[in-house]
């Protein structure tokens, strides 16, 4: 049964949604279907399809009181809309539906878990959030929360634990039949913890252990956990708030962890080593899922909560997720590349090999707005090249520019002057794999982003832009010379409905 909160929000995003032109959104890329969008929840496979969730303000595009918004797709490019799956209408939740996962239930019916957020005071009488978590049942668009709700809440913590930080379970259903969960928790030492809770029917939980500790190395609260196995190896991401870069590594504020590692039902968790998850501006809070044929995928909100007040003006929706990543761990480390269901809206391929590269050139065949292009760049001989630019989304007043600087080791997003009139991060630099002046760069762009993976998915770097779709221009330039391979498809997603 619909409660009249989760009603009003289902009218007013079947109201105004359709107002928004599919022009003035990506292409392929996640959104709300009106307002305001942040993490995706409970990605994950119900009956053939992937559904995603996300938290959901439809009335602003600004951060509200926490819904569900929904989406599902086939081929992680092509999103259909569904209602709005919960609002905030109970004690537990009154003050929002935070994030979660899903997984489908013995008997078919989907299972969403989810913290349930309350205001309270503290001892000095301020305002602090309690939170809990809660589960609601559902056929995969319609969804009841249990009687039982909350079914984990402080009594549920290990010592020291805080109710106040207690958030985000991701969820599993395990090969025998079993449910886990990951949850984020803030400790007594003021940083975080992930700690894992089981269930035989996922409505009962038990606290099984804790997984790891940030133990104030790693930013400080814990949000957002996923846990899994994968090319032999355990790995556990979180998305850690106060982080503080180590040299190139992580950038301040709202940050991403993998940790890499080993599990043991018996010893728990050993930690290995430690990276960032993507290297650009704009990447917070992913979710992974198992797909049917057993990939590991990977989607993020494509946003920097630092950043979040400055948007386009008037815009009706808010909040981007990015295209969703195969995972593999490669010697130690995680390997992102976009999922191949994109190769499929490949067209008009063009490709130019050996270009000579040192003033700023374009080329026949390579501009546009929606497209995928990999460039490779090498050195013409001994003499290397100092820096190769690669501006997209230009025209005379606007650009965003990749810098690879082979001395240094370095790449660099730059969208100071990508359109966007607020004095926000607009630069980040990361260190990348040393591979004799040569590197490899896979840059696919939406109308509003652009995700580059670099060396076959060594590294991703992900960064919103709210240029004008008409500056469509792209060049390449070289301080010295350089050699280049350019291979560009548009992407086209035209006349294709979900
Ligand atoms: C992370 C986060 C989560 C929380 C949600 C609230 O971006 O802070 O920890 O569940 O957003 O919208």
Redesign the pocket.
């Known amino acids: 049964m619909s409660s009249d909160v989760l009603q009003r929000a289902r009218d007013f995003e079947s109201q105004y949604g359709p107002h928004i032109p599919d022009s003035e959104r990506p292409a392929f890329h996640a959104t709300p279907t009106i307002g305001w969008m942040?993490?995706p929840?409970g990605f994950s496979f119900y009956k053939g399809e992937c559904h995603l969730f996300y938290?959901y303000h439809p009335y602003s595009n600004e951060?509200g009181p926490?819904h569900w918004g929904h989406l599902k797709t086939r081929d992680f490019l092509r999103w259909e809309r569904l209602p709005a799956a919960l609002a905030p209408d109970r004690d537990y939740d009154s003050a929002?539906c935070?994030?979660?996962g899903a997984a489908e239930l013995p008997d078919g019916r989907q299972l969403l878990m989810?913290?349930g957020?309350q205001r309270g005071h503290s001892a000095d009488g301020f305002l602090q959030d309690i939170?809990a978590q809660c589960v609601a049942i559902g056929d995969g668009v319609n969804y009841e929360k249990v009687l039982d709700n909350p079914v984990l809440d402080a009594g549920d913590l290990p010592e020291g634990g805080s109710a106040v930080d207690f958030?985000?379970p991701k969820l599993w259903r395990n090969t025998d039949g079993t449910f886990c969960a990951v949850i984020?928790n803030r400790t007594a030492d003021g940083s975080g913890a992930i700690l894992l809770y089981q269930s035989r029917d996922g409505l009962k939980w038990e606290f099984v252990r804790t997984l790891d500790r940030c133990c104030n190395q790693y930013g400080k609260?814990w949000?957002?956990p996923d846990f899994f196995p994968l090319d032999g190896k355990q790995v556990l991401i979180t998305?850690p708030?106060d982080m503080s870069p180590v040299g190139l590594e992580f950038h301040a504020g709202?940050g991403t962890l993998c940790l890499i590692g080993d599990y043991d039902g018996e010893k728990g968790f050993t930690r290995q080593s430690a990276q960032a998850i993507d290297y650009g501006l704009d990447f917070?809070?992913p979710q992974t899922l198992e797909a049917p044929d057993g990939r590991r995928i990977m989607i993020a909100?494509m946003q920097n909560?630092d950043t979040v007040n400055a948007k386009p003006y008037h815009c009706r929706w808010f909040g981007q997720m990015t295209l969703p990543r195969e995972l593999s761990v490669e010697n130690g480390r995680l390997i992102q590349r976009p999922v191949r269901e994109l190769e499929a809206y490949r067209t008009r391929r063009v490709v130019h090999k050996n270009i000579p590269v040192s003033g700023e050139i374009n080329l026949p065949g390579i501009q546009g707005r929606v497209l995928d292009m990999t460039v490779t760049v090498r050195p013409t001989g001994p003499e290397r090249y100092r820096w190769f630019r690669i501006r997209v989304a230009k025209d005379g007043e606007h650009e965003t520019i990749i810098r690879y600087r082979p001395d240094q080791g370095t790449l660099k997003l730059d969208r100071v002057r990508s359109g966007l009139p607020h004095d926000i991060v607009h630069t980040r630099t990361f260190l990348v794999r040393y591979r004799e002046g040569e590197i490899k760069l896979r840059i696919v762009l939406d109308r509003y982003s652009l995700e580059v993976f670099v060396n076959d998915g060594e590294q991703a770097a992900s960064a919103v832009i709210y240029t004008r779709q008409e500056a469509g221009a792209i060049t390449f330039e070289a301080g010295g010379t350089a050699l280049m391979d350019v291979e560009k498809y548009d992407l086209d997603f035209d006349g294709q409905e979900a």
């Open positions: 942040n993490d929840n938290q951060w926490m929002g935070f994030s979660g989810y913290t957020v939170q958030r985000d984020g609260m949000e957002c998305s708030q709202n917070y809070a909100w909560w």
